[in-house]
């Protein structure tokens, strides 16, 4: 049974950081290509950040560059979502998703974007 669990998420004031975990099993974790996603209350859920198989990574929110880091650990299964310098922007709840499409290919609509498993979400709460 393919499962993935994000964890990490919760209240922090503007300027704190949170690190996010993104635990799976079920599947040939080091062959997928994992990325984070994001959804705002009444917005679509974004892509933020991706990380492929072979560590190639990719920041897709331009406000985000600079403050977030995306790894991985194979060993663990787990991959990492490090976020500094959080705005109330940043406030919305992160989702972890598998693909086997390296992360320039992953394309698609929201808020599925074709990936091939997705975590339920964490949420993550910057007050201003």
């Known amino acids: 049974e393919v499962q993935i669990v994000e964890s990490g998420g919760g209240l922090v004031q503007a300027g704190g950081s949170l690190r996010l975990s993104c635990a799976a099993s079920?599947?040939?974790?080091?062959?997928?290509?994992i990325s984070w996603f994001r959804q705002a209350p009444g917005k679509e859920r974004e892509a933020v950040s991706c990380?492929?198989?072979?560590?190639?990574?990719?920041d897709n929110v331009d406000s985000t560059k600079g403050r977030f880091t995306i790894s991985r650990d194979n060993a663990k299964n787990t991959v990492y979502l490090q976020m500094n310098s959080l705005r109330p922007e940043d406030t919305a709840v992160y989702y972890c998703?598998?693909?086997?499409?390296?992360?320039?290919?992953?394309?698609?609509?929201?808020?599925?974007?074709?990936?091939?498993?997705w975590g339920k979400g964490t949420l993550v709460t910057v007050s201003s």
């Open positions: 079920g599947f040939s974790f080091g062959d997928y290509t």
């Open positions: 998703a598998a693909d086997t499409r390296p992360c320039a290919e992953i394309s698609g609509s929201p808020p599925h974007y074709g990936m091939d498993y």
């Open positions: 990380i492929s198989s072979s560590y190639g990574t990719t």
